[in-house]
């Protein structure tokens, strides 16, 4: 995925100015859980922050992009930078990724600065790779910085959470979104469906639009609201599903499911909301019951 702007996005300047502040008072946490919805970019600008730690001649507070250390490495990415994801084909991050970073953390930083790791959907970790973390953790050597990156915080084990510094990528609003995609996108994509479509998260809001999937999203909710009225078959539906793919279907329950739950929550009509999840709001809105009906 091309952007047209690099991180710190719009609504993650509050937060990267919180950690410039501490990194210019030697005061960087050896750990940080940073935990936010899907799309809000938590991975880039962990990665981003990263380069800025390592750049022998930053731009105020972002990396220059053309010293040494920031062209160490070339597309690859900088030897002091580790990223930990789950590998291609498996499910969970295991705990020979786990022993492998604690071996590179002992060795000699490469470009004289510090040496960084980016674990992205840390909620994946497997049991006996998150005990592995936690003697990492327990027992910090120098100059060495590890960023938890997580739309399921509370997956993670309490140990693990207590042992970091907790950040929370704020997801912009409406307005904010619409505004950053417009630069994104082209004419022909409408900013506004796309934002609410991704509960204005950008970087997913930019994925559908990249992918095709605000089309494929759209045609699988009207396909599951006409599920709900009786107007479709479950046949029918499983179809669609199968169709569009288990993992992009599962996407789509997930993020509706998300706004459902917010707004069933708090009681309260979304200001933005398609004709669709409107009528799956209204399908699922508890209705409320005086007590004493059932005594």
């Known amino acids: 995925m091309k952007l047209k702007e690099q991180p710190p996005f719009p609504w993650q300047k509050t937060l990267w100015s919180n950690l410039y502040s501490q990194f210019q008072s030697q005061q960087l946490a050896h750990a940080y859980l940073i935990s936010g919805s899907r799309g809000t970019g938590k991975n880039l600008f962990a990665n981003a922050f990263a380069k800025f730690v390592m750049c022998l001649l930053p731009n105020k507070d972002v990396a220059c992009g053309k010293c040494k250390n920031c062209l160490l490495g070339g597309e690859s990415g900088h030897p002091d930078i580790i990223k ?79 042992r970091c510094q907790k950040l929370i990528m704020p997801t912009p609003s409406n307005i904010e979104a619409v505004d950053w995609l417009k630069q994104q996108i082209t004419d022909q994509e409408d900013p506004q469906s796309l934002a609410i479509a991704a509960g204005n998260c950008p970087l997913l809001a930019l994925d559908l639009a990249r992918s095709g999937g605000l089309d494929n999203q759209q045609q699988f909710l009207q396909k599951l609201t006409q599920l709900t009225s009786g107007k479709t078959s479950i046949q029918a539906t499983v179809g669609l599903a199968t169709k569009l793919g288990e993992t992009e279907v599962i996407g789509y329950l997930r993020e509706v499911s998300t706004m459902l739950i917010k707004h069933l929550l708090i009681n309260q009509q979304p200001s933005e909301i398609e004709s669709h999840q409107a009528i799956l709001l209204e399908l699922f809105r508890v209705k409320r019951w005086p007590i004493n009906k059932y005594y």
């Not at 936690?134 to 084990?157: A, C, N, Q, R």
């Open 84 to 162: 930990i994801l789950v590998e291609e084909g498996s499910r969970d991050i295991k705990i020979e990724q786990i022993r492998s970073l604690s071996d590179s953390l002992m060795q000699t930083s490469q470009g004289g600065r510090a040496k960084i790791t980016l674990i992205a959907d840390a909620h994946h970790m497997n049991t006996a790779a998150a005990n592995a973390l936690l003697k990492t953790l327990e027992e910090p050597t120098s100059s060495t910085y590890i960023f938890l990156l997580s739309h399921l915080p509370g997956s993670l084990p309490a140990t693990i959470r207590s």
